[in-house]
């Protein structure tokens, strides 16, 4: 392993009764403790799937290939591969190393257990610590993450929190065992913009405090514009970019992220309507189209006379760190970015 987490040539495939899914089908990427990598696509991209597997939260499949997922390549984390261990050492290294903020606290939040308690819990379940010791390490907790009189507020019960209140308890339920490795899913997704705001800039915060890889999973390219260092964009199981997060949202190269600029709630109406929405729905990933997944949504596919119909592009580099999967060459896709895409 090159990286605190390296990711190569992941597949995670399930087996059902109407064929084969390849809901991660062969993604490589690096991330060091301290960075942010934000993976963005529509609901199916595999983007979710992909945090699952580094949590190690699998179901595997029996040796028929059903009843769970058949993965392959590597997962390098922190010089330990996960892909291939078994099933109760990564168990044990995803709870010393790994944590997971997800979409939904109201899921991982029991509704009939005391925040304070839930949180002194989670400390108690890695280290060895009295009541009392994790009780006052879970306030603290609270505090750090802001919920205001953090000594009263821990003998609250889920429900008596806000959203913004409950996302920020799952937040300090993740980092109270100081992971080194942070995943968020959809972490703002249910909550208004303002607290959206408030919450990535803790996350921010949180990260550099505790010098932990984080990665931010989201539909929604603007929310990991400025909080991550690299971008990773998915569609249908596959990346079609990756690089630092600055080139990928200013100077895209893939018609799907262009796409995605321009579904992005936060642009102003100006702006927006200069940009492509992306027409239809993501496709079904067990009859996913030939040749590039995207091309019965891309405008662009007519140029490349029948091409984008037969043959998948590969992820290409266009320079040292940018990465993009579309057959358009080169000169022709930044000439159609800033001609006609760029916002202005
Ligand atoms: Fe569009 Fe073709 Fe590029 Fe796919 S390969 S994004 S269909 S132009
Ligand atoms: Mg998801």
């Not at 990564?90 to 997800?102: E, I, N, P, S, Y």
């Not at 100077?251 to 992220?257: H, K, L, R």
């Given at each position: 392993?090159?990286?605190?987490?390296?990711?190569?040539?992941?597949?995670?495939?399930?087996?059902?009764?109407?064929?084969?899914?390849?809901?991660?089908?062969?993604?490589?990427?690096?991330?060091?403790?301290?960075?942010?990598?934000?993976?963005?696509?529509?609901?199916?991209?595999?983007?979710?799937?992909?945090?699952?597997?580094?949590?190690?939260?699998?179901?595997?499949?029996?040796k028929s290939g059903r009843g769970g997922a058949t993965m392959s390549g590597e997962i390098w984390l922190d010089g330990d591969?996960?892909?291939?261990?078994?099933?109760?050492?990564?168990?044990?290294?995803?709870?010393?190393?790994?944590?997971?903020?997800?979409?939904?606290?109201?899921?991982?939040?029991?509704?009939?257990?005391?925040?304070?308690?839930?949180?002194?819990?989670?400390?108690?379940?890695?280290?060895?610590?009295?009541?009392?010791?994790?009780?006052?390490?879970?306030?603290?907790?609270?505090?750090?993450?802001?919920?205001?009189?953090?000594?009263?507020?821990?003998?609250?019960f889920p429900h008596q929190f806000s959203g913004g209140m409950r996302q920020r308890a799952m937040i300090a339920m993740a980092?109270?065992c100081n992971p080194q490795l942070l995943i968020a899913d959809e972490p703002t997704t249910a909550l208004d913009v303002t607290?959206?705001?408030?919450?990535?800039?803790?996350?921010?915060?949180?990260?550099?405090?505790?010098?932990?890889?984080?990665?931010?999973?989201?539909?929604?390219?603007?929310?990991?514009?400025?909080?991550?260092?690299?971008?990773?964009?998915?569609?249908?199981?596959?990346?079609?970019?990756?690089?630092?997060?600055?080139?990928?949202?200013?100077?895209?190269?893939?018609?799907?992220?262009?796409?995605?600029?321009?579904?992005?709630?936060?642009?102003?109406?100006?702006?927006?309507?200069?940009?492509?929405?992306?027409?239809?729905?993501?496709?079904?990933?067990?009859?996913?189209?030939?040749?590039?997944?995207?091309?019965?949504?891309?405008?662009?596919?007519?140029?490349?006379?029948?091409?984008?119909?037969?043959?998948?592009?590969?992820?290409?580099?266009?320079?040292?760190?940018?990465?993009?999967?579309?057959?358009?060459?080169?000169?022709?896709?930044?000439?159609?970015?800033?001609?006609?895409?760029?916002?202005?």
């Amino acid at each position: 392993p090159t990286a605190f987490l390296d990711v190569r040539d992941l597949k995670v495939h399930f087996a059902t009764e109407d064929g084969l899914v390849k809901s991660v089908d062969g993604i490589s990427f690096k991330l060091e403790r301290g960075q942010t990598l934000g993976i963005v696509g529509e609901s199916g991209s595999g983007k979710s799937v992909t945090s699952l597997s580094l949590m190690g939260l699998h179901r595997r499949a029996g040796k028929s290939g059903r009843g769970g997922a058949t993965m392959s390549g590597e997962i390098w984390l922190d010089g330990d591969e996960l892909v291939h261990a078994d099933p109760a050492e990564v168990r044990r290294l995803r709870g010393q190393k790994v944590a997971m903020v997800f979409q939904d606290p109201l899921s991982s939040l029991h509704p009939y257990y005391k925040v304070g308690d839930q949180i002194a819990e989670a400390y108690r379940v890695h280290n060895k610590a009295s009541k009392s010791e994790a009780h006052k390490r879970a306030i603290e907790m609270l505090d750090r993450v802001g919920i205001p009189q953090p000594a009263q507020r821990a003998a609250d019960f889920p429900h008596q929190f806000s959203g913004g209140m409950r996302q920020r308890a799952m937040i300090a339920m993740a980092l109270v065992c100081n992971p080194q490795l942070l995943i968020a899913d959809e972490p703002t997704t249910a909550l208004d913009v303002t607290v959206q705001a408030q919450i990535l800039d803790l996350m921010r915060d949180l990260q550099q405090e505790f010098n932990s890889a984080l990665i931010v999973i989201t539909h929604d390219l603007g929310v990991v514009a400025e909080l991550a260092d690299d971008i990773m964009v998915m569609y249908a199981g596959k990346a079609v970019e990756y690089g630092p997060a600055k080139t990928v949202f200013t100077d895209p190269e893939d018609p799907y992220t262009w796409g995605l600029l321009g579904s992005m709630p936060r642009l102003d109406r100006a702006v927006k309507e200069r940009l492509l929405p992306i027409p239809g729905n993501p496709p079904s990933m067990i009859n996913v189209p030939s040749g590039c997944a995207f091309h019965p949504r891309c405008p662009f596919a007519p140029r490349n006379h029948g091409r984008c119909e037969t043959e998948v592009p590969e992820l290409l580099p266009v320079d040292s760190r940018h990465l993009v999967r579309c057959h358009l060459p080169i000169a022709e896709r930044r000439q159609i970015f800033n001609e006609e895409i760029r916002p202005h």
